[in-house]
Protein backbone atom coordinates (compact mmCIF):
# COMPACT_ATOMS: atom_id res chain seq x y z
CA UNK A 1 0.00 0.00 0.00
CA UNK A 2 1.80 3.49 -0.86
CA UNK A 3 -0.38 7.00 0.21
CA UNK A 4 0.32 10.17 -1.54
CA UNK A 5 -1.15 12.83 0.43
CA UNK A 6 -1.14 16.31 0.86
CA UNK A 7 -3.03 18.39 3.98
CA UNK A 8 -6.20 18.02 2.05
CA UNK A 9 -6.06 15.13 -0.59
CA UNK A 10 -4.99 11.54 -0.81
CA UNK A 11 -4.66 9.13 -2.99
CA UNK A 12 -3.97 5.31 -1.85
CA UNK A 13 -2.61 2.80 -4.30
CA UNK A 14 -3.46 -0.55 -2.63
CA UNK A 15 -6.66 -2.49 -2.02
CA UNK A 16 -9.84 -0.87 -0.29
CA UNK A 17 -10.48 -4.07 1.83
CA UNK A 18 -7.30 -3.64 2.84
CA UNK A 19 -7.16 -0.05 3.19
CA UNK A 20 -11.00 0.72 4.07
CA UNK A 21 -10.08 -0.58 8.01
CA UNK A 22 -7.15 1.65 8.39
CA UNK A 23 -9.32 5.19 8.23
CA UNK A 24 -11.30 6.17 11.08
CA UNK A 25 -15.05 5.61 11.50
CA UNK A 26 -17.43 8.39 10.24
CA UNK A 27 -14.03 10.26 9.01
CA UNK A 28 -15.56 10.79 5.10
CA UNK A 29 -18.74 13.04 4.61
CA UNK A 30 -19.53 11.57 1.06
CA UNK A 31 -19.01 8.50 -0.98
CA UNK A 32 -19.15 8.68 -5.18
CA UNK A 33 -17.92 5.73 -6.76
CA UNK A 34 -18.00 3.51 -9.55
CA UNK A 35 -17.00 0.04 -8.80
CA UNK A 36 -16.49 -2.80 -11.15
CA UNK A 37 -19.79 -3.88 -12.33
CA UNK A 38 -19.10 -8.02 -11.52
CA UNK A 39 -19.88 -8.30 -15.91
CA UNK A 40 -16.15 -9.02 -16.87
CA UNK A 41 -16.28 -6.04 -19.21
CA UNK A 42 -13.48 -5.89 -22.08
CA UNK A 43 -13.63 -2.19 -24.34
CA UNK A 44 -12.91 -1.97 -28.12
CA UNK A 45 -8.93 -2.33 -27.26
CA UNK A 46 -9.01 -5.11 -24.97
CA UNK A 47 -9.29 -3.43 -21.76
CA UNK A 48 -10.62 -4.64 -18.70
CA UNK A 49 -11.32 -3.85 -15.31
CA UNK A 50 -9.56 -5.61 -11.85
CA UNK A 51 -11.61 -7.19 -10.08
CA UNK A 52 -14.79 -7.37 -12.36
CA UNK A 53 -14.95 -10.93 -12.10
CA UNK A 54 -14.60 -11.12 -8.73
CA UNK A 55 -18.18 -10.14 -6.17
CA UNK A 56 -16.63 -10.50 -2.97
CA UNK A 57 -13.58 -8.23 -3.79
CA UNK A 58 -16.33 -5.33 -4.84
CA UNK A 59 -19.35 -6.18 -2.84
CA UNK A 60 -17.01 -6.97 0.46
CA UNK A 61 -16.19 -2.89 0.63
CA UNK A 62 -19.40 -2.15 2.10
CA UNK A 63 -19.54 -2.95 5.52
CA UNK A 64 -16.32 -0.99 5.91
CA UNK A 65 -17.65 1.77 3.68
CA UNK A 66 -20.67 2.29 6.08
CA UNK A 67 -18.29 2.52 8.85
CA UNK A 68 -16.33 5.38 7.68
CA UNK A 69 -19.40 7.74 6.54
CA UNK A 70 -20.23 10.09 8.72
CA UNK A 71 -23.84 9.93 10.42
CA UNK A 72 -26.40 11.19 8.24
CA UNK A 73 -24.29 11.32 5.36
CA UNK A 74 -24.58 9.85 1.77
CA UNK A 75 -22.99 7.20 -0.56
CA UNK A 76 -23.59 7.37 -4.31
CA UNK A 77 -22.84 3.95 -6.06
CA UNK A 78 -22.81 3.30 -9.49
CA UNK A 79 -23.58 -0.12 -10.47
CA UNK A 80 -24.02 -3.03 -13.07
CA UNK A 81 -27.90 -3.51 -13.16
CA UNK A 82 -27.73 -7.29 -14.12
CA UNK A 83 -26.00 -7.63 -11.20
CA UNK A 84 -28.65 -5.34 -9.53
CA UNK A 85 -29.30 -8.13 -7.03
CA UNK A 86 -25.72 -8.80 -5.75
CA UNK A 87 -25.30 -4.74 -4.88
CA UNK A 88 -28.73 -4.27 -3.12
CA UNK A 89 -27.92 -7.19 -1.49
CA UNK A 90 -24.69 -5.64 -0.35
CA UNK A 91 -25.78 -2.32 0.18
CA UNK A 92 -29.11 -3.38 2.62
CA UNK A 93 -26.79 -5.86 4.81
CA UNK A 94 -24.16 -3.56 5.07
CA UNK A 95 -26.62 -0.87 6.67
CA UNK A 96 -27.09 1.30 3.51
CA UNK A 97 -31.02 2.93 2.96
CA UNK A 98 -31.56 3.56 -0.65
CA UNK A 99 -33.27 7.41 -0.49
CA UNK A 100 -33.14 7.84 -4.63
CA UNK A 101 -31.67 6.35 -7.81
CA UNK A 102 -30.05 8.48 -10.83
CA UNK A 103 -30.07 7.77 -14.66
CA UNK A 104 -27.65 9.43 -16.99
CA UNK A 105 -29.24 9.34 -20.61
CA UNK A 106 -26.80 8.45 -23.47
CA UNK A 107 -26.99 9.91 -26.89
CA UNK A 108 -25.52 6.57 -28.47
CA UNK A 109 -26.21 2.85 -27.58
CA UNK A 110 -23.03 1.73 -25.39
CA UNK A 111 -24.45 -1.93 -26.83
CA UNK A 112 -27.30 -3.21 -28.74
CA UNK A 113 -28.83 -6.64 -27.92
CA UNK A 114 -32.72 -7.08 -26.79
CA UNK A 115 -32.74 -3.26 -26.39
CA UNK A 116 -30.33 -0.37 -26.70
CA UNK A 117 -28.22 0.20 -24.02
CA UNK A 118 -28.55 3.87 -23.44
CA UNK A 119 -27.69 4.93 -19.97
CA UNK A 120 -25.98 4.45 -17.10
CA UNK A 121 -27.75 4.22 -13.76
CA UNK A 122 -26.32 4.84 -9.47
CA UNK A 123 -28.20 4.55 -6.09
CA UNK A 124 -27.98 7.53 -3.48
CA UNK A 125 -27.71 5.52 -0.41
CA UNK A 126 -28.06 7.21 3.05
CA UNK A 127 -26.29 6.24 6.41
CA UNK A 128 -28.93 7.35 8.92
CA UNK A 129 -30.83 10.77 7.45
CA UNK A 130 -28.83 13.34 5.77
CA UNK A 131 -30.16 16.33 5.04
CA UNK A 132 -31.64 17.10 1.46
CA UNK A 133 -30.52 19.57 -1.02
CA UNK A 134 -31.45 22.82 -0.59
CA UNK A 135 -32.04 22.45 -4.68
CA UNK A 136 -32.10 19.22 -5.49
CA UNK A 137 -31.26 17.68 -8.97
CA UNK A 138 -33.30 15.74 -11.43
CA UNK A 139 -33.00 12.12 -10.73
CA UNK A 140 -32.38 11.54 -15.05
CA UNK A 141 -29.45 13.78 -15.80
CA UNK A 142 -27.63 14.03 -18.93
CA UNK A 143 -24.40 12.43 -20.05
CA UNK A 144 -21.09 13.42 -21.00
CA UNK A 145 -19.16 11.06 -22.76
CA UNK A 146 -15.24 11.13 -21.52
CA UNK A 147 -13.71 9.42 -24.40
CA UNK A 148 -12.44 6.73 -21.88
CA UNK A 149 -8.74 7.97 -23.03
CA UNK A 150 -8.11 7.40 -19.26
CA UNK A 151 -9.58 4.60 -17.96
CA UNK A 152 -11.97 2.14 -19.84
CA UNK A 153 -15.05 2.90 -17.73
CA UNK A 154 -14.31 6.57 -17.09
CA UNK A 155 -16.74 8.54 -15.98
CA UNK A 156 -16.45 12.52 -17.25
CA UNK A 157 -16.25 15.30 -14.48
CA UNK A 158 -18.90 17.22 -15.53
CA UNK A 159 -21.36 14.12 -14.29
CA UNK A 160 -19.99 13.41 -10.88
CA UNK A 161 -20.01 17.74 -9.78
CA UNK A 162 -23.76 17.83 -9.39
CA UNK A 163 -23.72 14.84 -7.10
CA UNK A 164 -20.08 16.34 -5.46
CA UNK A 165 -22.15 19.71 -5.02
CA UNK A 166 -25.77 18.73 -3.89
CA UNK A 167 -24.34 16.26 -1.17
CA UNK A 168 -21.85 17.49 0.48
CA UNK A 169 -20.64 20.76 1.26
CA UNK A 170 -17.00 22.62 0.82
CA UNK A 171 -14.41 21.56 3.46
CA UNK A 172 -16.25 18.07 3.35
CA UNK A 173 -13.85 14.37 2.92
CA UNK A 174 -15.29 12.94 -0.60
CA UNK A 175 -14.02 9.41 -1.09
CA UNK A 176 -13.70 7.21 -4.11
CA UNK A 177 -12.80 3.57 -2.68
CA UNK A 178 -12.77 3.04 -6.30
CA UNK A 179 -11.07 5.15 -7.98
CA UNK A 180 -9.80 4.63 -11.27
CA UNK A 181 -8.12 7.78 -13.18
CA UNK A 182 -9.58 9.77 -10.41
CA UNK A 183 -12.70 11.65 -12.15
CA UNK A 184 -14.22 11.92 -8.77
CA UNK A 185 -11.43 13.12 -6.87
CA UNK A 186 -10.82 16.13 -9.60
CA UNK A 187 -14.43 17.17 -9.69
CA UNK A 188 -14.54 17.23 -6.33
CA UNK A 189 -11.26 19.37 -5.88
CA UNK A 190 -12.51 21.81 -8.12
CA UNK A 191 -15.53 22.22 -5.75
CA UNK A 192 -13.66 22.98 -2.96
CA UNK A 193 -13.72 19.43 -0.89
CA UNK A 194 -10.90 16.98 0.31
CA UNK A 195 -10.23 13.97 -1.39
CA UNK A 196 -9.36 10.22 -0.53
CA UNK A 197 -9.10 7.96 -3.72
CA UNK A 198 -7.74 4.08 -3.65
CA UNK A 199 -7.15 2.55 -6.30
CA UNK A 200 -5.59 -1.05 -6.82
CA UNK A 201 -3.68 -0.11 -10.36
CA UNK A 202 -0.57 1.71 -10.02
CA UNK A 203 -1.06 3.01 -13.08
CA UNK A 204 -3.97 4.86 -12.56
CA UNK A 205 -3.07 5.89 -9.27
CA UNK A 206 -0.02 7.92 -11.05
CA UNK A 207 -2.63 9.14 -13.45
CA UNK A 208 -4.82 10.39 -10.70
CA UNK A 209 -1.96 12.35 -9.36
CA UNK A 210 -1.32 14.21 -12.24
CA UNK A 211 -4.97 15.38 -12.89
CA UNK A 212 -5.63 16.15 -9.06
CA UNK A 213 -2.72 18.20 -9.52
CA UNK A 214 -3.74 19.89 -12.18
CA UNK A 215 -7.10 20.59 -10.89
CA UNK A 216 -6.18 21.98 -7.40
CA UNK A 217 -3.54 24.50 -8.90
CA UNK A 218 -6.41 25.56 -11.29
CA UNK A 219 -8.89 25.90 -8.69
CA UNK A 220 -6.50 28.26 -6.33
CA UNK A 221 -5.72 29.97 -9.01
CA UNK A 222 -9.63 30.76 -9.92
CA UNK A 223 -9.82 31.31 -5.92
CA UNK A 224 -7.13 33.80 -5.93
CA UNK A 225 -8.41 35.40 -9.16
CA UNK A 226 -11.78 35.60 -7.79
CA UNK A 227 -10.70 37.55 -4.47
CA UNK A 228 -8.90 39.89 -6.40
CA UNK A 229 -11.49 40.95 -8.80
CA UNK A 230 -14.18 41.11 -5.48
CA UNK A 231 -11.62 43.14 -3.93
CA UNK A 232 -11.06 45.68 -7.41
CA UNK A 233 -14.89 45.73 -8.56
CA UNK A 234 -16.52 45.17 -5.17
CA UNK A 235 -20.33 46.57 -6.74
CA UNK A 236 -19.49 44.37 -9.58
CA UNK A 237 -19.08 40.86 -7.97
CA UNK A 238 -17.95 37.78 -10.35
CA UNK A 239 -19.49 34.34 -11.10
CA UNK A 240 -16.84 31.38 -11.50
CA UNK A 241 -18.19 29.27 -13.93
CA UNK A 242 -17.32 26.03 -14.29
CA UNK A 243 -16.92 25.03 -18.01
CA UNK A 244 -15.56 22.17 -20.43
CA UNK A 245 -12.62 22.70 -22.74
CA UNK A 246 -12.32 21.49 -26.11
CA UNK A 247 -10.96 17.62 -26.26
CA UNK A 248 -9.82 17.94 -22.70
CA UNK A 249 -11.16 15.07 -20.34
CA UNK A 250 -10.47 17.78 -16.80
CA UNK A 251 -12.73 21.10 -16.36
CA UNK A 252 -11.25 24.05 -16.33
CA UNK A 253 -13.00 27.51 -15.76
CA UNK A 254 -12.82 31.17 -16.44
CA UNK A 255 -14.46 33.98 -14.33
CA UNK A 256 -16.70 36.54 -15.52
CA UNK A 257 -17.42 40.08 -14.60
CA UNK A 258 -20.59 41.13 -13.99
CA UNK A 259 -23.18 42.78 -11.83
CA UNK A 260 -24.96 39.77 -10.21
CA UNK A 261 -23.60 36.07 -9.54
CA UNK A 262 -26.24 34.89 -11.76
CA UNK A 263 -25.08 33.08 -14.45
Not at 35 to 46: F, I, K, Q, T
Not at 148 to 177: M, Q, W, Y
Request: glycine fraction near 8%.
Amino acid sequence: MTNTSTPDHQIIHGNCLQVLPTLAAASVNLIVTDPPYLVSYRDRDGRGVVNDDAPDQVLGAFPDLYRVLAPDSTCVSFYGWGKIDLFFRAWVDAGFRPIGHLVWHKGYASYRGFVNARHEQAYILAKGRPRQPAEPIDDVQPWEYSGNRCHPTEKAVSILTPLIESFSRPGDVVLDPFMGSGSTLVGAALAGRKTIGIELEEKYCTLARKRLAGATRYASRLQRSSVATAIAAPSAPSTVIWERRPHQSDWAGRILKRGSTHS
